[in-house]
């Protein structure tokens, strides 16, 4: 007998029924996400959460987004994160995200405004570590968030900004800290909501099969050379930015905020990705270590992208030459038989519209193509 009410017995299983069909995985996992926030310890729903991820047309379609910004041999361990924080951004259905865009909830997409500015500059932290691998950002970014809740007169606010702002790019752990002071310190139904989604994903994003595996930054070395020998390093790149901050005289006051030593002992402890359980992939990655580095033939997105833009067909494919082709799934994608069929009329589409959303190459035209 489940020691758990019966209702969320219910919910798992509606999220199961959800999931059998194309696109669903999102909404199923949502299902799941509400169970762990008012019982955070139950398996079933967290291990069912993973066994949605699974879904082969899933990893499809995430693999064919995330690579529309990040190639697949890109193993630089800052890359590594902003394919998490896509991930999470392509399959969040908290309730939240869509609610800041509504009247009377500016505070929540903006902060609080008595510490805009203090806001904004630990966000600029955050974004350098995000955009351009500045690790450093993540050390100075928190102690002025710190500040800024410490000061506003709205901290529930300020805490919620905050955690949305970790989660929103990648970093897990930090928002699951902020999530937690917020829900010990604030009794609201919605931050519990998101608290467990991102701890879920702080535990288990390693193991998500769309992403390639987490490297440091060979694979990427080894394909510039052939790309372009004198493209910058990362390190090149960050030395810059800093220069051309202090140029301006606009850069912060940056103090670490963990010695060196602790934070190497800390990283020494922790296990590698590779160490932890339920790791075996579900695609077979080895054509990254295989690939001869040479242009090739772009994959279906790309194409679609040079149909939708003729004036710019070349300059798309020349953007992409080294973006690799995803092979689908061999089954068409299981549709709910409850779904209302598309009607292109109805966003003032025609026949030849459907043409980008459907694949021209193939025979048979009636099951649309993946972005």
């Not at 955690?163 to 990648?170: E, F, H, I, R």
Request: hydrophobic letters at 35%; charged letters at 30%.
């Amino acid at each position: 007998m489940s020691d758990y009410p019966e209702y969320v017995e219910r919910m798992l299983a509606q999220a199961r029924n959800v999931a059998q069909y194309y696109c669903g995985q999102a909404a199923a996992a949502s299902l799941c996400f509400d169970a762990l926030a008012s019982f955070p310890d139950h398996r079933e729903a967290s291990a069912l959460v993973y066994e949605l991820f699974c879904d082969e047309w899933l990893i499809y379609d995430n693999r064919n987004a995330i690579q529309q910004n990040i190639d697949e041999w890109d193993d630089r361990p800052w890359q590594q994160r902003r394919r998490l924080a896509l991930s999470f951004r392509f399959m969040s259905e908290w309730v939240g995200w869509r609610r800041e865009y509504e009247d009377g909830h500016e505070i929540e997409k903006d902060g609080p405004p008595d510490v805009a500015a203090l806001l904004d500059q630990g966000r600029s932290e955050l974004l350098n570590a995000y955009c351009l691998g500045d690790e450093e950002c993540t050390d100075f970014a928190w102690p002025i968030f710190m500040q800024a809740i410490k000061q506003t007169s709205k901290p529930y606010y300020a805490l919620l900004w905050v955690a949305k702002q970790y989660a929103d790019l990648g970093f897990f752990a930090d928002a699951t800290e902020v999530l937690l002071e917020l829900c010990g310190r604030f009794d609201d139904a919605s931050p519990r909501r998101l608290l467990a989604e991102v701890r879920w994903w702080r535990d288990n994003a390693y193991r998500l099969p769309w992403l390639p595996p987490a490297g440091d930054g060979s694979r990427y070395r080894r394909m510039m050379r052939f790309i372009d020998p004198n493209a910058p390093s990362d390190e090149e790149q960050i030395r810059r930015l800093r220069s051309r901050m202090q140029e301006r005289r606009d850069s912060p006051d940056r103090k670490p905020v963990i010695d060196s030593e602790l934070a190497a002992l800390f990283a020494e402890a922790l296990p590698a990705e590779s160490d932890m359980p339920g790791c075996k992939p579900l695609v077979d990655w080895s054509f990254l270590d295989t690939d001869d580095g040479q242009p090739g033939e772009v994959p279906d997105w790309v194409k679609k992208q040079m149909r939708l833009f003729p004036k710019h067909a070349e300059e798309i494919k020349q953007m992409h030459l080294w973006s690799r082709p995803i092979k689908p799934p061999s089954t068409p994608p299981r549709r709910d038989p409850n779904d209302t069929p598309f009607d292109p009329g109805e966003f003032g589409m025609d026949d030849d519209d459907l043409d980008f959303y459907y694949d021209d190459d193939d025979d048979d035209d009636t099951e649309p193509d993946v972005f």
